[in-house]
Nanobody
Framework: QVHVVESGGGLVQAGGSLRLSCAASGRTFSSYIMGWFRQAPGKEREFVAAISWNGGRTHYADSVKGRFTISRDNAKNTVYLQMNSLKPEDTAVYYC?????????????????WGKGTLVTVSS
């Protein structure tokens, strides 16, 4: 079992940066694909980024490609999401997720464990 807790959300101006962290517990952390999803008010939860078990492969939603970077440190059981050039449309609750899927094109239906989320607000 994996328990995940997000941190690092907050208020930032458009064009600014934030780094989200996801601390995970559980000895099997390194065997999971880890991902970030987000949910804006009134919208469905959507995929943002995913990273393979060893960090060698990553996958991003088109809307964040080139601006966001996902990484992981298995020694620290932590996943990060570096968000640069933030836009008001990036405003959402960001969720860390663990999936025992095979590929990185994960959806909400592939997730085994969710965090409770951290709010990111980008002002214009």
């Amino acid at each position: 079992q994996v328990h995940v807790v997000e941190s690092g959300g907050g208020l930032v101006q458009a064009g600014g940066s934030l780094r989200l962290s996801c601390a995970a517990s559980g000895r099997t952390f390194s065997s999971y694909i880890m991902g970030w999803f987000r949910q804006a008010p009134g919208k469905e939860r959507e995929f943002v980024a995913a990273i393979s078990w060893n960090g060698g492969r990553t996958h991003y939603a088109d809307s964040v490609k080139g601006r966001f970077t996902i990484s992981r440190d298995n020694a620290k059981n932590t996943v990060y999401l570096q968000m640069n050039s933030l836009k008001p449309e990036d405003t959402a609750v960001y969720y860390c997720a663990a999936a025992s899927a095979i590929g990185l094109e994960i959806t909400v239906y592939d997730i085994d464990y969710w965090g409770k989320g951290t709010l990111v607000t980008v002002s214009s």
